[in-house]
């Protein structure tokens, strides 16, 4: 398998504008998570969804974060409109959700700086 | 709540043993976790404790004690390759959600 993909690996942007991130979960995964780290917060869980429906979105920032997964393989990370401090790397990972640990996979993540 | 506490640097010397400790609160705490990060890069799975004791990897060993809402995770014959961050990682209310903690980034020195 492929591992988590995600795009685009690097987006440099202006404050104001809409900016749509990308994952492709490992095949047969049912869980799909987004992640955000920065230097100051460190690693810290978005939303998450199990079977395509959002299970816990209580980590999204504010109303101009929105997640969607249509399907079981592709979900996306609207920021709109951006900020400077939306900053970060995003990361994605997918689990199958069996073994007791819920082992996750990340995807390579996305760098975003926002001028 | 569901937090995890982790010192936030560790610096030891190539060859050596180091241990990294987390303490978590046990609201809904089902398992403990270390995931490894290398600047720029994705974490990566190391252990998982659900019970009480000592898991042993390789070079890597994670111990977790519930009575005590500890764990650490030891690292033997320090590499260099070894220089990274490591998180200790709480499964909560199973759900598959996992809660980070901070990291520890570890420097080996030669």
């Known amino acids: 398998d492929a591992g988590v993909i995600q795009s685009p690996r690097h987006e440099v942007t202006e404050m104001g504008q809409e900016v749509t991130l990308r994952c492709k979960p490992i095949s047969g995964h049912d869980y799909l998570f987004w992640y955000r780290q920065t230097m100051m917060r460190g690693l810290e869980l978005l939303i998450y969804?199990?079977?395509?429906?959002?299970?816990?979105d209580s980590g999204m920032p504010e109303d101009r974060f929105s997640a969607k997964m249509p399907n079981a393989s592709f979900s996306t990370l609207k920021i709109q409109p951006s900020e400077p401090r939306d900053s970060a790397v995003y990361f994605c990972?997918?689990?199958?959700?069996?073994?007791?640990?819920?082992?996750?996979?990340f995807g390579p993540g996305t760098r975003l700086t926002v001028t | 709540g569901q937090s995890l506490e982790q010192p936030s640097e560790v610096t030891a010397v190539e060859g050596a043993i180091v241990q990294i400790n987390c303490t978590y609160q046990t609201s809904g705490f089902y398992g403990l976790s270390w995931y490894q990060q290398h600047d720029g890069g994705a974490p990566t799975f190391l252990s998982y404790?659900?019970?009480?004791g000592l898991e042993e990897t390789g070079r890597f060993s994670s111990f977790l004690s519930r009575s005590d809402s500890y764990g650490y995770l030891l690292l033997q014959e320090l590499q260099m390759k070894d220089s990274a961050s490591y998180f200790c990682?709480?499964?909560?209310?199973?759900?598959?959600?996992?809660?980070f903690g901070q990291g520890t980034e570890l420097s080996v020195k030669p």
């Open positions: 404790n659900a019970l009480d």
């Open positions: 990682v709480g499964l909560y209310n199973q759900g598959g959600k996992l809660i």
């Open positions: 969804f199990n079977n395509n429906v959002p299970i816990d």
């Open positions: 990972a997918s689990s199958s959700g069996t073994g007791a640990s819920y082992e996750q996979y």
